[in-house]
């Protein structure tokens, strides 16, 4: 959609980016400029632009402080340690942490926060180190610091990136009067893999999506693109993670290979990662995986062809945990040295956890093995993001102001923000909303009166601020019905000794809201399953529950698409939670009871079955597609086709009309995209219903005849519009190069503009069927 040209980070130093996608096409040529002796897989040492060459406010201190600066404290300032860290493999480095603080040879920390606490680290570096670099403190605010939104996979269901955005500014603001200056966020991995559990840091399974969700999210973070806020009390840097392409780990295994073609990497994974870029993104995190062969801390072709180069990226690439030592393991590396090596050659600038690029840097220097010049570009543009970020100036934060919980504003919006999250799956003779005035209710399930609401990356907050649970949430919105509460079975285990208590509070009820579904340690880093339906004996106590013959709710609570088959045809109604955060009880009671109406939309397919997977809307045809009526067709023989839920799938209690889409001309030709003309699609959404409500108009686009065979459905935009019963409005939607283009195979970057036929679809989901035919001549 959106072709325009924005400021960014780029513009506080000189330059432009393109968002969108299309109007990168001709920047994006390598720059293959020399061959390193002994490179290992192939890879080149490739040069983004010299640090020496770009403009900026601050370009004349950084020059002048490397000046000064010895080989050692150049490395110290690549190197990121992590305190406390019981969090993850490698240990906590606190001592070599404030002995390197000290000695100025440490850029940054991760897991430190508290004002006290990191005021008293950074003392170590600006007081009593030689030059007084501040140190970057730096931490996982991914859906929250104190007060926990949902987690960003519910934030995707939106479809309302202003939901994103408001995560990140009350999260900010509480981290960085705690001191913390950086999140490792917005994670921003597009995956066609629910049995992943980073599916839940994701927005899913579409990069429009994740493109928007990403620019949100760098927004709340950062501000404006140009940097200008990051000194800001309220504003941290942001971090765009895992480049490049985690999302397509195989079976969804955690840290595993990918293999991707150029088309699908730059059609696929990059684009979001481009938006963060456009929208002024501090830094980037390389990913565990391989690309191709090549690990992604190694891979010159992303990080330094593209990101740095086609994209000139301003800020710094920042390892993941560990992740150059690791390409030993991963049979890339002889040793640490040639990790280092390996690593800063193609355009990792720090290293987080491990420690071989201060182990061995300067040996490596000596010996002619890594270049001056790149060693002096990766400090060049770490110190440009603490100049950003105006420490030079405040390296310490003011120890009165810090937030110590969330305020009663930053809850009313976790509890309105989690309400645009709940996606309702299925409604049967409008068996939701329930009445307020419903005499009895039974609350039965292993999440119905849990705080393990909260999902995968809570924050400090997740435990010293427990969410408020669904029971409590429910006592709250109908205080005068009498609430009954029977737990049934555990989350996971084969108990079903309490099924017969649950059922006969069931029994006993006007209506049941049944709470089940995945804890948030399933979900998220190193959680991935072979199996997506309900764990332990879940699914038996909802059986159980619909066979009392009683009225009865399901509500879902996961951190992915769930395999719901084996019960959803006993459910009459089910609520999509996910993991809603702090105010979880709250937001899911102001769905089950209608003072909001839920408008929540699927952003990654529901499988019928895990042996089905992947099964993402946006897959290319077969010259067979499925065809129940012709053996020889793409299909399982014994599954039905398709998935349970279609991405976009959504239900309202209110009910839309979605016009034809009509289009301001039917033909347009490739050069006039090109040259930033556009095409408009309109289409009018009514209210038919008796209540007040949000439809979600989506658009999708098909390429039927593409050099390189396109998606049979891409998302290229999305409204969510509140309308009034019988309000209807017209809605806008402006395709165009970037829209109706793709990227194909050649590895230098082209992108390109076909003539023919674009189909346009409008509508409420990814099969919408209202339909227009653009030409392009
Ligand atoms: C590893 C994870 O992959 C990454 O997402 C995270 O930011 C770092 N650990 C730091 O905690």
């Given amino acids: 959609m959106d072709g325009m040209r924005r400021r960014t980070l780029l513009a506080a130093i000189g330059g432009t980016v393109a968002a969108g996608g299309a109007t990168e096409a001709t920047a994006a040529t390598a720059t293959p400029a020399r061959a390193t002796a002994g490179t290992a897989g192939g890879d080149m040492a490739r040069q983004a632009r010299p640090a020496a060459d770009r403009p900026g406010p601050h370009e004349r201190q950084i020059r002048e402080l490397l000046g000064r600066m010895t080989v050692e404290e150049k490395l110290g300032q690549l190197q990121q340690l992590t305190w406390n860290g019981e969090t993850g493999p490698g240990g906590g480095q606190d001592e070599a942490a404030q002995r390197d603080a000290r000695a100025g040879r440490l850029g940054s920390v991760l897991n430190l926060y508290g004002a006290a606490r990191t005021n008293a680290l950074q003392r170590l570096a600006v007081e009593e180190s030689r030059l007084g670099i501040p140190l970057l403190f730096g931490l996982d605010v991914i859906h929250g610091f104190w007060t926990t939104f949902p987690i960003p996979l519910a934030q995707a269901a939106s479809f309302d990136p202003a939901v994103a955005a ?16 950086w999140t490792f966020a917005p994670m921003m991995d597009v995956t066609h893999e629910p049995r992943w559990g980073r599916i839940a840091e994701s927005a899913g399974e579409d990069p429009y999506l994740a493109e928007r969700f990403a620019a949100a999210k760098v927004a709340g973070h950062q501000g404006r693109p140009d940097g200008s806020d990051l000194p800001d009390p309220r504003h941290i840097a942001a971090c765009a993670k895992h480049f490049v392409a985690y999302g397509g780990a195989e079976g969804g295994r955690d840290y595993n290979t990918v293999d991707v073609s150029e088309a699908r990497l ?28 090549v690990p992604a801390h190694a ?22 945990w560990a992740g150059i030592r690791e390409m030993t393991v991963h049979g890339h590396a002889a040793d640490a040295a040639d990790a280092a090596r390996q690593a800063l050659t193609a355009g990792v600038d720090m290293e987080m956890a491990s420690t071989t690029l201060r182990d061995h840097g300067a040996r490596l220097l000596a010996a002619g093995e890594i270049a001056g010049d790149r060693l002096d570009d990766a400090v060049t543009r770490v110190l440009r993001i603490k100049h950003l970020l105006g420490l ?20 009313a919006a976790a509890r309105e923000m989690a309400g645009r999250t709940l996606v309702l799956l ?18 039965v399930g292993p999440f119905g009166d849990s705080t393990d609401l909260q999902g995968t990356w809570a924050g400090p907050g997740g435990t010293k601020f427990p969410a408020t649970t669904v029971l409590a949430g429910i006592t709250a919105a109908v205080p005068a019905a009498r609430i009954s509460h029977v737990r049934g079975v555990a989350a996971d285990g084969t108990d079903t000794s309490g099924i017969a208590a649950a059922t006969a509070a069931a029994r006993a009820a006007a209506v049941t809201v049944v709470v089940v579904g995945e804890p948030s340690a399933i979900s998220g880093e190193a959680a991935s399953r072979s199996d997506l339906r309900l764990p332990g004996v879940q699914a038996q106590l909802v059986r159980a529950v619909a066979e009392t013959g009683k009225p009865f709710v399901v509500v879902l609570i996961g951190g992915r698409p769930l395999v719901v088959a084996e019960w959803l045809r006993a459910a009459p109604a089910v609520v999509m939670a996910w993991h809603p955060g702090i105010e979880g009880g709250h937001a899911i009671a102001d769905v089950l009871f209608g003072a909001v109406n839920p408008a929540g939309r699927l952003p990654a397919s529901f499988p019928r079955a895990v042996g089905q997977l992947p099964i993402h809307y946006n897959h290319e045809n077969t010259g067979r597609p499925y065809d129940p009526d012709n053996k020889y067709t793409s299909k399982y023989l014994d599954l039905a086709d398709g998935p349970q839920f279609p991405f976009g799938h959504g239900l309202s209690y209110t009910t839309f009309e979605i016009g034809a889409p009509r289009l301001s001309t039917d033909r347009i030709s490739a050069d006039d995209l090109r040259a930033g003309r556009g095409v408009d699609v309109t289409v009018t959404v009514r209210n038919t219903g008796g209540r007040p409500g949000d439809e979600v108009v989506q658009l999708y686009l098909r390429d039927p005849v593409a050099s390189v065979v396109q998606p049979v459905r891409r998302l290229r935009g999305f409204a969510r519009v509140a309308l009034r019963p019988a309000e209807s409005r017209p809605v806008r939607f402006r395709l165009g190069a970037a829209d109706v283009g793709f990227w194909t195979n050649d590895s230098a970057g082209r992108f390109v503009v076909e003539k023919g036929d674009i189909e346009v679809y409008v509508g409420a989901d990814s099969t919408a069927s209202g339909k227009a035919l653009l030409r392009i001549t």
């Fill in 166 to 181: 408001r995560d990140a500014e009350v999260a900010s603001a509480e981290a960085r009067s705690n001191g913390v200056h």
């Fill in 266 to 293: 730059r059609n696929l994974y990059l684009p979001p990662f481009k938006a963060a870029v456009a929208a002024g993104v501090a830094t980037v995190m390389a990913s565990f995986n391989t690309i191709n062969g």
């Fill in 299 to 320: 891979n010159a072709h992303t990080l330094t062809d593209v990101l740095k180069t086609a994209w000139d990226f301003p800020g710094f690439v920042v390892s993941d």
């Fill in 392 to 411: 030079f100036d405040r390296p310490y934060v003011d120890e009165d102001a810090a937030s110590t919980a969330p305020s009663r504003q930053a809850r």
């Fill in 426 to 443: 299925k409604n049967e003779r409008q068996t939701l909303p329930l009445r307020r005035d419903t005499a009895s209710i039974a609350v």
